[in-house]
């Protein structure tokens, strides 16, 4: 009898939700999931079209609900780094046995990371890749690498992306970035790996990499070949500014009292 | 989560930030020091860096979700208009793009002080674009 612990129940994160809740081991479900569902959303959601203008939170509660009534669901419908918020966050990873993350910004993911390292609990993370050319799922477990470390690789060592560098030749112009949405194929191939991935973090198989690359489309420059599959196992970094820990003060108060100090040392350098 | 007001960012604060910018002051003449400042929830650092010829006055952001954001650089000193350079002087170093691949800024292995190593870096080029008019390092990819 499991709990799970998830953010994100956009295109992405429903699909991997309705998987891994088709599991009968899990009993009890915490969705983190603030946004409104809005007709954009349609094309490449599960959610009907009678569900615009519903929190997006409250249409899968209720799309669960209908599939597996003996469910347990709660709805924590905030953002994930919303400050006046975390004591609730706390209390429901501190009873979940997975965390699952569907966010798509750099901000959430790190605070998500932050919160199961602080709890000790496995995670995963889903993210398909711009225009759906493929997608990573990632898995974390408490004594392995944490999210800034696998980024960090990452962005070293695996090009996902060749877009132009910006136009330097406009100072203050627009900086490009891709927007090609992925389709929904895409999205539910690899959020189906993210969901077998999870169920087997659950059942204790630890798979023997942390990262998955799955291709889905070539692309001259990224990728050479389609449905092609990449592991890495990257390694917790020694020197990761993340997740290594560093001597600071115990409690609260003495680190209000130590960064105020530093502060007032540094302001008068 | 914020800077100032959440415990992960007091303790990347006082764990990381601070002590590299202690080492880095160090010995240093007091002109160039870094010195701090509470903006909101986030910190401004003040500083003068010295490439070559020309001192110039530096402010870098760390804004309330640095290091995940990456800090903003920007020079205090009128430049002229230059490539490289975005509204209200602000130094392109980073803002390539907010999605993991696109973003040259990496939160797990740069501090603020290797912000400010690359603000160094990019007034010597511009020392260089001003006598030449050729910027001395590659496009970023």
Redesign the interface.
């Known amino acids: 009898m499991a709990h799970l612990f998830q953010v994100g129940v956009g295109s992405g994160g429903m699909p991997v939700l309705d998987m891994i809740c088709r599991d009968a081991s899990i009993h009890r479900v915490t969705i983190v999931e603030p946004d409104v569902y809005k007709p954009h959303n349609v094309e490449r959601h599960l959610f009907a079209l009678w569900g615009v203008g519903h929190s997006k939170a409250d249409l899968a509660r209720r799309w669960l609900l209908e599939r597996r009534p003996d469910l347990e669901v709660c709805v924590l419908p905030w953002d994930l780094t919303d400050p006046g918020r975390q004591s609730a966050f706390h209390e429901a990873i501190e009873d979940a046995d997975l965390g699952v993350c569907a966010a798509d910004n750099e901000k959430a993911k790190y605070h998500f990371d932050s919160l199961m390292r602080q709890h000790s609990r496995p995670w995963t993370l889903g993210e398909v890749l711009s225009g759906g050319i493929g997608g990573f799922v990632h898995c974390f477990v408490p004594s392995g690498p944490c999210y800034g470390c696998v980024a960090s690789f990452l962005k070293r060592t695996v090009p996902v992306d060749n877009s132009p560098a910006p136009d330097y030749s406009a100072p203050g112009g627009p900086v490009w970035e891709t927007t090609i949405p992925a389709s929904k194929a895409s999205i539910e191939a690899i959020a189906s790996l993210h969901a077998l991935l999870s169920l087997d973090l659950l059942a204790g198989r630890e798979p023997s990499f942390t990262t998955l690359l799955w291709t889905l489309a070539r692309v001259p420059g990224v990728f050479e070949e389609p449905f092609r599959p990449y592991r890495f196992r990257v390694a917790r970094a020694a020197d990761c500014l993340i997740c290594q820990a560093r001597p600071t003060p115990s409690s609260l108060e003495e680190l209000d009292v130590a960064l105020d100090q530093a502060l007032a040392r540094l302001g008068n350098a | 989560?914020?800077l100032?007001?959440?415990?992960?960012g007091?303790?990347?604060?006082?764990?990381?930030e601070?002590p590299v910018?202690?080492r880095y002051?160090e010995g240093r003449d007091?002109t160039y020091?870094?010195?701090?400042?509470?903006q909101g929830n986030g910190l401004l650092l003040r500083y003068a860096l010295k490439p070559a010829h020309n001192v110039y006055e530096m402010e870098t952001r760390l804004v309330s979700?640095y290091?995940?954001?990456p800090p903003e650089t920007r020079v205090l000193t009128p430049l002229k208009?230059?490539?490289?350079?975005?509204?209200g002087q602000t130094l392109?170093l980073w803002?390539?793009?907010?999605?993991?691949?696109?973003?040259r800024w990496?939160?797990?292995?740069?501090?603020c002080v290797f912000a400010i190593q690359a603000a160094w870096r990019w007034l010597a080029c511009y020392e260089i674009w001003h006598e030449t008019g050729e910027?001395p390092l590659p496009?970023?990819?």
Do not use: Y
């Open positions: 989560m914020s100032l007001e959440s415990e992960t007091k303790r990347r604060l006082l764990s990381i601070f910018i202690e002051n007091p020091r870094i010195r701090l400042a509470r979700s290091p995940v954001v208009t230059c490539p490289h350079l975005l509204e392109c803002r390539q793009g907010s999605t993991r691949a696109a973003s990496d939160p797990a292995r740069f501090t910027w496009e970023a990819k």
